[in-house]
């Protein structure tokens, strides 16, 4: 239980579970179109599961464009993980906070004070132009053989950035959503992981692949795609192609049969 944790790199197996939209792009305005991105951390008993879509929203020329082009939103550091919701802004406030760290442990007053200078510098770079209502970080470390999950949110355009910690949970079970946190695919998680005091990681995968991709189909502007990775004592190891397809296709069985529980009979 107290190895090191892996080496640097971003996760590079971004995968798609439905490339039918690949290239495609959506002119959106402001305020007028559902979040892009939907993200899931869940505490298991012998590891932790990080799940996020791929899909990618970029601004050109004043105006907001979304891709269906496959990108990355989970980042592996040295001896902690983050995932980021919102827009490029909240990338940087991941990256920050990682930097600072450096090895330390993180704190409420650690994370709150360099994502909000993060915050400021942004604003100061993109002045009258920080509109955005929402933005949403995660980072997993190791700490003393076990995980801790802290999340940062920034509510309103006005907002700073709020820390919270799962150090507060004694029941050995956490669970936190980003980006498109009204999505109805929610009720998955929420049900499913409640329903059982612990649950393993191998189930955890399963859970959050089937999470993200339904969260997909209710929001079919804004989430698309799967990433995902797992951590444990060891380190964190993103999720290969080959199960990421597998976990889709588990998920869309699971679609189909309840479709077929609830069709009207063929006369």
């Not at 309840?258 to 006369?267: E, G, S």
Request: net charge positive.
């Amino acid at each position: 239980m107290g190895h090191k944790m892996g080496i640097i790199r971003t996760v590079k197996s971004g995968l798609a579970a439905d490339r039918t939209l690949a290239g495609r792009v959506e002119c959106c305005q402001s305020g007028e179109h559902e979040p892009v991105t939907l993200q899931v951390v869940l505490l298991g008993i012998d590891g932790v599961v990080i799940a996020s879509d791929t899909r990618a929203e970029i601004i050109k020329h004043g105006r907001t464009f979304r891709t269906a082009d496959i990108v990355s939103k989970i980042v592996i550091e040295s001896q902690l993980i983050y995932t980021f919701a919102g827009d490029e802004c909240a990338k940087k406030v991941g990256a920050a906070v990682a930097r600072a760290a450096s090895g330390n442990l993180l704190s409420k007053e650690c994370i709150e004070r360099v994502s909000n200078e993060t915050l400021k510098g942004w604003r100061k770079t993109f002045p009258g132009k920080d509109r955005l209502g929402y933005r949403k970080v995660i980072w997993v470390e190791w700490k003393d053989d076990r995980f801790v999950i802290w999340s940062a949110t920034q509510d309103g355009s006005d907002g700073q950035f709020v820390a919270k910690s799962s150090e507060a949970a004694f029941d050995g079970k956490y669970k936190v959503f980003a980006g498109d946190e009204f999505n109805q695919a929610q009720y998955i998680v929420e049900h499913y992981y409640d329903k059982y005091p612990l649950r393993s990681v191998s189930s955890l995968k399963r859970l959050a692949a089937h999470a993200i991709l339904t969260g997909g189909i209710f929001n079919s502007a804004g989430v698309s795609g799967l990433e995902m990775v797992v951590g444990n004592s060891n380190g964190f190891v993103p999720v290969q192609r080959e199960e990421i397809q597998k976990l889709a296709k588990l998920s869309s069985a699971i679609h189909e049969e309840n479709d077929n529980r609830f069709r009207d009979p063929v006369a």
